[in-house]
């Protein structure tokens, strides 16, 4: 028998029981020891309630008080998905999608294809896909649970987009490309993945700092991580130009 159980019928045991001297008192009309008795059996059903109650009353608050800590957060998470969804991107010029396959591969799929990254449009599906699902969330109401669902799912694609695409594009800059490659990386390219690899480790860190401080407020934590590894500096060296990247 659980705790729950056993003190729900402990009370009701201390009333029942002076509930049934009551009754009987009664049929020997003792009526004046019989109201004491069933006044005796109230108190003591109150007062072996009265920690439940106190209980429940703790409960409740902390739920409505965590939810109004879901709510502003959920609305600060919508931030970062939009954010996110704007580095992952594979239309604007200065996404490292656009960098790479349009300036550095010259829109050519073989050369592309040789520097073996998961597929751009993957991650950029996978964010669109999870700011549906935020907006869905968000119309149904913010809580706890939905919270936890939605930084899991970031923190995932995010991870996943550095590991997989990001810092291999950094690592094999860095390397020894193919010569094709090497005519096509022009301090314009190199400009453009500095300027981008500034914006994702921007980005990694306050996603990361709010992660961490969520963690502090929060009455059950989420600990989901809040440590995203960056791209590595790129260790050419070329002539910086100042124009930017033009389509």
Known sequence: MTEEKKSLFERYAQFIVPGAVAVATMFQKQKSVALALIGLGFASLAASAAPWVRKRFRQRRLAVAEKLQAAAAMVDMGRHIRKFKELAGIQNTDTLHWIVFHYLCGSNGTWHGSLELAPAKMFFDLSEQLASRYAQRMSRGASYEALRATVDELNYIVSSFCSYYARP???????????????????????????????????????????????????????????????????????QLKPVLQP
């Open 169 to 239: 594009v950094y690592e094999k800059v860095s390397g020894k490309l193919q010569p094709e490659l090497s005519k096509q990386y022009t301090p314009l390219v190199e400009e453009g993945l500095i300027q981008y690899r500034e914006r994702l480790v921007a980005f990694l860190g306050s996603y990361g700092d709010f992660l961490k401080e969520l963690d502090e407020k929060l009455d059950r934590p989420l600990r989901l991580g809040s440590y995203f590894e960056s791209p590595k500096p790129i260790t050419k060296s070329l002539p």
